[in-house]
């Protein structure tokens, strides 16, 4: 799967599942500060998975003289 594609995946994924705890009544209880604290949080696991998965590992060899 494309790194793109996962990333988009799982904004959507975060998306929904704030979009139900907001529905739910949970975000007006918690309050903005920490939902934007949660958010910023997430952003950051997203931005790290779709990192870690993307490109391929390569060994890279320096000749030393």
Do not use: F, P, Q
Not at 19 to 34: H, N, P, Q, R, Y
Not at 51 to 58: A, D, I, L, R, Y
């Amino acid at each position: 799967m494309d790194r793109h594609v996962s990333y988009r995946l799982y904004r959507v994924y975060c998306g929904g599942v704030l979009a139900a705890l907001w529905k739910m009544g949970v975000l007006a209880s918690v309050g903005i500060a920490w939902t934007v604290i949660g958010v910023v949080i997430l952003t950051g696991l997203g931005i790290m998975i779709a990192v870690s998965h993307s490109g391929t590992k390569e060994n890279i060899e320096i000749d030393r003289k």
